[in-house]
Nanobody, 127 residues
Framework: QVQLVESGGGLVQAGGSLRLSCAAS????????MGWFRQAPGKEREFVAG????????YYADSVNGRFTISRDDDKNTVYLQMNSLNPEDTAVYYC????????????????????WGQGTQVTVSS
């Protein structure tokens, strides 16, 4: 498994932007599919975005498509989530996840098919 550490969360006003980072340990980072999930109080953990090991394929939840961008830098063992046009509904703890290549089909949207997780970073969007 790979060790993951998120950073970049914080408090931002509606309409603002944040960039989350997820630093991974291990020499095989480039072989992992990477994802971002989020969990708001009282809600299930939900898929936000994913990127394949090659970086060639990206996936987004409908709720963030067009506002969020996932990217990866294999030289830095880091995956990013650029979040623009934030709104209060984006408030949640954001988690980085890794799996040996991104889970296929609908499995990618379920947290149970991702094996490595970070500790999470809080994002709060004020209205």
């Amino acid at each position: 498994q790979v060790q993951l550490v998120e950073s970049g969360g914080g408090l931002v006003q509606a309409g603002g932007s944040l960039r989350l980072s997820c630093a991974a340990s291990g020499r095989t980072f480039s072989r992992y599919g990477m994802g971002w999930f989020r969990q708001a109080p009282g809600k299930e953990r939900e898929f936000v975005a994913g990127v394949s090991w090659s970086g060639g394929r990206t996936y987004y939840a409908d709720s963030v498509n067009g506002r969020f961008t996932i990217s990866r830098d294999d030289d830095k063992n880091t995956v990013y989530l650029q979040m623009n046009s934030l709104n209060p509904e984006d408030t949640a703890v954001y988690y980085c996840a890794a799996e040996n290549d991104i889970p296929v089909g609908s499995k990618k949207y379920s947290s149970e098919f991702w094996s490595s997780w970070g500790q999470g970073t809080q994002v709060t969007v004020s209205s």
